[in-house]
């Protein structure tokens, strides 16, 4: 008697898979078409340059960056300064 509902189980788990992995009519089947992810927006530090970026995102313990001609705008303390209403 156990084993023939041993059998009875084991043909019932049995049906239950293939009716689950079954390719039959229930619309499911077929291709999809899957779309790839949007790309992502640049990062806010390169929107102002490679170079900016690149300082951004260096190490805290890397060695400073020499300033060029350019980086640093010059300053005159001795002209006058702009009269404010």
């Known amino acids: 008697m156990i084993r023939i509902l041993r059998n009875i189980a084991v043909i019932g788990l049995l049906a239950a898979s293939v009716a689950a ?6 619309g499911g ?3 999809v078409a899957v779309t790839p992810p ?4 640049p990062s806010i530090q390169s929107a ?4 900016f970026a690149t300082l951004f995102n260096a190490g805290p313990n ?8 350019g980086d640093v705008i010059a300053l005159s303390l001795t002209t ?4 404010l209403r």
Do not use: I
């Open 21 to 26: 992995c079954g390719g039959g009519g229930g």
């Open 29 to 31: 089947g077929g291709s």
């Open 38 to 41: 949007t790309a992502s927006p």
């Open 48 to 51: 102002f340059g490679a170079g």
């Open 62 to 69: 890397t060695d400073p960056a020499k300033p060029t001609t």
């Open 80 to 83: 006058d300064p702009l009269k």
